[in-house]
């Protein structure tokens, strides 16, 4: 444990089971788990989902259909084309909105955890 962590905001995390559930359970830290449901990269219910059922207290937001890439910068219309797979969210993603919600979640919640 590094002191010098006090609380964790994870975004689209992967493979939990490559920990044990026994060195998850002693997290002492507030952590909070951010997804998409539809992460094909690090899909949920191996990654945030799995993490989120070990770790004390930990807090999950699943944002409905979002993708892996749903936390990158909105891309440019040069971005759109040649990074296809990075840049294209599916059809009803708002990436602007989910970054609006991400933040708001993630002020809420260092400003509780680090007081």
Do not use: W, Y
Not at 10 to 30: K, M
Not at 41 to 67: C, H, N, Y
């Amino acid at each position: 444990r590094d002191a010098r962590i006090r609380a964790v905001f994870a975004l689209a995390p992967g493979p939990g089971p490559i920990f044990t559930p026994e060195s998850l359970g002693r997290i002492a830290i507030p952590v909070a788990l951010a997804t998409g449901s539809a992460d094909a990269v690090a899909p949920p219910a191996s990654g945030a989902e799995a993490l989120g059922k070990v770790i004390p207290q930990a807090t999950l937001k699943r944002f409905a259909d979002a993708g892996h890439f749903v936390f990158f910068g909105t891309c440019t219309a040069v971005g759109r084309m040649a990074l296809r797979t990075v840049c294209r969210d599916p059809d009803g993603i708002d990436r602007n909105a989910v970054h609006t919600e991400t933040i708001q979640l993630a002020l809420d919640f260092f400003t509780a955890s680090l007081r």
